[in-house]
């Protein structure tokens, strides 16, 4: 009974404060040893479970500071890629233009792109399609306007077809879009950009522009908010 009581009496002290209670039981009358009981409660548990998913929300807050991290050292990449390509446009006799219209020579078809490589070699990397979408990589020295090489991509004509799809009934081709776009600084680079209404997408030593396919208008290019220059 005295044991039962002791018991009964440490459970509620647990049960009030909280946490772990060792309480120590003998039968009293027989001299037998004492002995341990843990009573273990809910606000154990709920320290456990509190640590735990502070634990968990500090690994996530440091997985997210990792990623903003890598996204940060992407575009400083690419901002490098950029500046390199800038430096290089103002040593080259040879502007997009003139390099889109020696591969053309070269290779007659479609251009769709011509890009001032960012590696140092001075040379304009033209792609030019031919009315089966097949896709041709020409290099032209930024030096000299010469055709360095002409490789005939076989992977796959479905780019090409969908770049001469979006072309259909333009106005304005890479070459006079580069033209247009040198009104806005050295052109490093002259894309077909599809995503969305098709507009040229230019790359100037003074920032990116879009050039309509059939009005040549020469607009600041945004990613996310692309203006129709083609209405009508």
Request: glycine residues 12%; aromatic residues 2%.
């Given at each position: 009974m005295k044991r039962n009581l002791v018991l009964a ?99 007659p078809g479609t251009a769709v792109s011509a890009e ?47 770049d001469l799809a979006a072309l259909k009934g333009a ?62």
């Open positions: 009496t440490v459970a509620a002290a647990a049960l009030i404060g909280g946490g772990t209670v060792a309480a120590y039981a003998g039968s009293g009358d027989d001299g037998a040893s004492p002995r341990q009981s843990d009573v273990r409660v809910a606000g154990d548990r709920d320290d456990t479970q509190k640590d735990d998913d502070d634990g968990d929300r500090r690994d996530s807050r440091d997985d997210d500071r990792g990623g903003r991290d890598d996204d940060r050292g992407g575009r400083d990449d690419d901002r490098d890629d950029r500046d390199e390509a800038r430096s290089q446009a103002g040593r080259t006799g040879v502007t997009a233009a003139d390099a889109i219209a020696a591969a053309l020579e070269r290779t001032l490589d960012d590696d140092g070699s001075r040379v304009w990397e033209v792609t030019v399609v031919e009315g089966d979408g097949t896709e041709h990589d020409v290099r032209v020295s930024a030096g000299d306007g010469k055709v360095l090489s002409d490789r005939r991509d076989d992977d796959d004509d479905r780019e090409g077809r969908a106005s304005v081709d890479a070459r006079e879009a580069a033209e247009a776009a040198a009104s806005k600084g050295v052109v490093v680079e002259i894309d077909l950009d599809d995503d969305g209404p098709a507009v040229w997408k230019a790359e100037t030593t003074k920032g990116e522009w879009n050039v309509g396919l059939k009005s040549g208008a020469v607009t600041p290019h945004h990613d996310d908010d692309r203006d129709d220059l083609d209405d009508d």
